[in-house]
Nanobody
Framework: QVQLVESGGGLVQAGGSLRLSCAVF????????MAWYRQAPGKQRELVAT???????NYTDSVKGRFTTSRDNAKNTVYLQMNSLKPEDTAVYYC????????????WGQGTQVTVSS
């Protein structure tokens, strides 16, 4: 049984910051790539940021320079630091990870709401 537990969402004013965390629990062997997605009301889920097991990162253009993802492999946790937040960043943010128990499978967190007021 694998669980991805997200935290850190909330309500913030435009220009503010939030830090999301996603901790992986379970009897896992290893975690490969981890990622953050978001889904705004009425829109498709979109990829926000990825981070490899070695720490290489990629970001969608709309968050470059504002968001930073990092991971602590010892804690099986990935983070998303979000600065200079805009109302258009409002969405449910989901953690995603490729996790090996017997073999690699893809897992999702339950999502955490981020609301940015103007």
């Amino acid at each position: 049984q694998v669980q991805l537990v997200e935290s850190g969402g909330g309500l913030v004013q435009a220009g503010g910051s939030l830090r999301l965390s996603c901790a992986v629990f379970g009897n896992i062997v290893s975690i490969n790539a981890m990622a953050w997605y978001r889904q705004a009301p009425g829109k498709q889920r979109e990829l926000v940021a990825t981070i490899t097991s070695g720490g290489s990162t990629n970001y969608t253009d709309s968050v470059k320079g504002r968001f930073t993802t990092s991971r602590d492999n010892a804690k099986n946790t990935v983070y998303l630091q979000m600065n200079s937040l805009k109302p258009e960043d409002t969405a449910v943010y989901y953690c995603n990870a490729d996790i090996r128990i017997l073999r690699y499978r893809n897992y999702w967190g339950q999502g955490t709401q981020v609301t940015v007021s103007s």
